[in-house]
Nanobody
Framework: VQLQASGGGLVQAGGSLNLSCVAS????????MGWFRQAPGKDQEFVAA????????YYADSVKGRFTISRDNAKNTVYLRMISLKPEDTAVYYC?????????????????WGQGTLVTVSS
């Protein structure tokens, strides 16, 4: 699976951005999808995730109420709607896909990462 993230850019505090992550190579309909971010000089951190069927979504406390993750399996795409952006949201945002494949021999988890898209929030 190849993941291509886009939609980053420069925005003022309080503004909004919509990130997209398009998958290619195979359908992501059975994959859990997520977004992570890494700010300059900091470790990568979890932002949001969504189950394969969109039945459940998960958010970091720092973005709850401001970010919304969604997906369109028909378009092989996952989205991150970001509103009320803060300077501390500045980071490179990475798309992530995860699938667990279970066979008679056991289960294996596969993880895939996109190349990242830069979000810069000015104060």
């Amino acid at each position: 699976v190849q993941l291509q993230a886009s939609g980053g850019g420069l925005v003022q505090a309080g503004g909004s951005l919509n990130l997209s992550c398009v998958a290619s190579g195979r359908t992501i309909a059975s994959y859990a999808m997520g977004w992570f971010r890494q700010a300059p000089g900091k470790d990568q951190e979890f932002v949001a995730a969504i189950r394969w069927n969109a039945a459940d979504t998960y958010y970091a406390d720092s973005v709850k109420g401001r970010f919304t993750i969604s997906r369109d399996n028909a378009k092989n795409t996952v989205y991150l709607r970001m509103i009320s952006l803060k300077p501390e949201d500045t980071a490179v945002y990475y798309c992530h896909a995860r699938v667990t494949v279970t066979t008679i021999e056991g289960s294996n988890e596969f993880n895939y990462w996109g190349q990242g898209t830069l979000v810069t929030v000015s104060s």
